[in-house]
């Protein structure tokens, strides 16, 4: 309150203004009252100087009489006047001699000549003064009449009041005066005190309660209890504040919706593999996602402000967006990154607007999926291929038999013979196919469980002794110091283990030797096929695991191999979470290593929580 300048200024404003009114209002009131008792006094003073004039005899004029016979005549009648009616009386000859005087002895009285009375009422007929009297000493209302004519005057008779009783009476009243005028002060001044306090007391609740709702704290309810203006204004301000407030909580809400739906937007299109563009009319692009920044070969937020088309300069691309923006269905374009070579797919969708505001793009990596589409022609047509071998073979010996070889005792026997050798390759290139089939679709849905490793070795190496020893290889094992479990399909292993094993005996020739080791590395099962044969050339050994590729297709063939032998064992390796790899050297032989996880001693562990 002390701080408000508003309060100030209203209280020193009304402050000044009622002590100003009531000093003017003393000042002109007891001027006018000043007047009003000297008026009084003069008009008394006249009064009683008229009734001397007829009372006086007027023989004390008389020139020619000695002055000390009229002095000692009239000096102690003046006396008794004087006293009796309470006025200084005096008698002045027209030359200004004090003949007699009631209040002094006249003889040591000067002459009264000059005296402005005298000189008044010598011209005009009646003089006043007001003065002090040189004879007397007190302040007197003098008042002097004219005997006689202006041309031939006789003399003046003269009355003076004491202004001593009036003078008091004008103290008193304006003693009187002033204290009222002082305790009527007080009171306005503290009247004006509480008006400005009322007024500006609840102005500055309010201007609190405003700087608070623009600080943001908009629950503000100011208590004014005024029933003016300033009541209404309070009223008015507290329901715009609750109306402020409830509007503020509303834009809160859905701003935070908003935040909420823009953040499960930027989470949902950071996750996309997809790359999102927008782009305005101007091809600007406003925004991309995190994946757009590969497809558009820039990191994303150096692709923000830039043109489309210094990003993604090709003519196609430009052809989509104009025709997104004419309104015509685009058609969805591919294009070569330059720089990864990656081939992007590009779909565009208008924004809204007529015409659109710009266009989002959808970006889509289709390196892999082109990729995939070639190897799985590829696929058909070495399959194809590989069925179409045996078949011919068979339908040409066949024919031949039809033709009447069937009764040709000498070849009869060995064309029906390779017949059933094709039937056979036919029959296990099927069974490899369908192997094949059957992990890659069933990838995820493979049960693992703890496989032995020595059982499993020792199975298949009793499947393929007669082989080996048929071929004279010697066929050995070198098992761990302990039994070795790994989490595997059983049936996928040996199949794993099957191949190997074959591809050993198959690639080396007569008096060769074929090991199959194992033992523990940390957390892997290391299983190793290791022979003396004829080995893998060095710019084949990372194709060899590539479906129906083979070093040397037509000793394969004859050996009866299919091609696809090696790409199922890392197929199934895969699933078993392991891996597959091959070292050799040409003519010295081979050793394929296969890593497997290990089944740990404790009951019930998973092979992923032993990783
Ligand atoms: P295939 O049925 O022809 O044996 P695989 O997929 O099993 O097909 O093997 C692919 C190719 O890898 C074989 O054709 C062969 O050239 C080569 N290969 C596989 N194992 C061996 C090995 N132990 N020694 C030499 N070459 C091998």
């Keep these: 309150m002390w701080s408000s300048r508003l309060f100030w200024r209203l209280f020193l404003t009304y402050a000044s203004l009622t002590v100003v009114s009531a000093v003017v209002f003393v000042v002109i009131f007891l001027k006018w009252q000043q007047e009003a008792v000297a008026a009084e006094v003069r008009q008394r003073v006249q009064d009683e100087a008229k009734v001397f004039l007829n ?38 000859l027209a030359d200004g001699t004090v003949l007699a005087d009631s209040a002094a002895d006249a003889r040591r009285l000067e002459n009264h000549r000059d005296r402005p009375e005298i000189v008044e009422a010598m011209d005009v007929g009646v003089g006043f003064s007001t003065r002090g009297s040189r004879s007397v000493g007190e302040p007197f209302e003098y008042c002097a009449v004219r005997v006689g004519s202006k041309e031939a005057p006789r003399g ?48 500055e609740t309010l201007t609190a309660a405003a700087q608070a709702i623009a600080g943001g704290d908009f629950v503000q309810k100011v208590s004014v209890t005024n029933r003016d203006e300033i009541g209404a204004l309070a009223g008015a301000f507290n329901s715009m504040s609750r109306e402020l407030s409830r509007r503020w909580e509303q834009l809160q809400a859905s701003r935070r919706e908003r935040d909420e739906n823009s953040e499960l937007m930027e989470t949902v299109l950071g996750a996309m593999r997809e790359g999102v563009v927008v782009i305005d009319a101007q091809q600007r692009i406003l925004y991309a996602n995190a994946a757009a920044g590969p497809l558009l070969d820039l990191p994303t937020m150096q692709a923000l402000g830039r043109s489309l088309f210094e990003v993604a300069r090709h003519p196609r691309v430009q052809k989509v967006f104009e025709d997104v923006l004419a309104g015509r269905v685009p058609e969805r374009v591919e294009y070569e990154v330059p720089r990864t070579s990656a081939i992007v797919a590009l779909i565009a969708s208008p924004l809204p607007g007529q015409p659109p505001a710009g266009a989002v793009l959808v970006l889509q990596n289709v390196t892999e999926l082109r990729r995939l589409e070639n190897l799985r022609r590829e696929f058909v047509s070495n399959v194809s291929h590989e069925l179409k071998t045996p078949l011919t073979t068979i339908q040409a010996y066949t024919e031949t038999l039809l033709d009447g070889a069937i009764d040709d005792a000498t070849h009869n026997r060995e064309f029906l013979k390779r017949i059933e050798e094709q039937a056979e390759r036919l029959h296990r290139l099927i069974l490899d196919l369908l192997s094949l089939a059957r992990i890659e679709s069933a990838e995820e849905a493979f049960e693992l469980l703890p496989v032995s490793i020595d059982d499993t070795v020792r199975a298949c190496v009793e499947e393929h002794q007669a082989v080996a020893s048929g071929k004279g290889i010697s066929l050995v094992t070198k098992p761990a110091p302990d039994p070795v479990m790994v989490w595997a399909d059983e049936e996928g292993i040996r199949t794993v283990l099957d191949n190997l094993v074959g591809n050993a005996i198959k690639y080396t020739p007569s008096g060769g030797r074929v090991l199959v080791r194992w033992h ?30 083979r070093v040397d297709k037509a000793r394969s063939r004859e050996l009866g191999g299919t091609g696809l032998g090696l790409s199922i064992v890392k197929h199934w390796t895969q699933v078993f979470g392991g891996s597959v790899e091959v070292r050799s050297e040409l003519g010295r032989g081979s050793l394929f290593t296969l890593r497997l996880p290990v089944v740990s001693r404790i009951i019930g562990a998973s092979p992923h929580g032993q990783e």
């Excluded at 007027?58 to 000390?68: R, T």
């Excluded at 202004?163 to 503290?190: D, E, H, M």
């Excluded at 892997?524 to 479906?547: K, M, N, W, Y």
């Design 55 to 92: 009372v006086a005899d007027p023989s004390w004029a008389d020139a020619d009489a000695p002055l000390e016979e009229l002095r000692s005549t009239w000096q102690p009648k003046l006396e008794a006047l004087g006293r009796e009616v309470g006025t200084r009386l005096t008698l002045v």
């Design 156 to 203: 003046f008779v003269r009355v003076a009041l004491p202004w001593t009783p009036f003078a008091a009476r004008l103290q008193a009243t304006a003693q009187l005066v002033w204290s009222t005028a002082f305790v009527v002060l007080v009171c306005t001044l503290g009247l004006a005190y509480w008006l400005a306090w009322r007024l500006v007391r609840p102005l």
């Design 520 to 549: 523990i590395d940390g957390r892997r099962a290391v299983l190793e096929v290791e022979d003396t044969g004829i080995g893998i050339p060095q710019q084949h050994q990372s194709r060899i695991f590539e479906r129906f590729f």
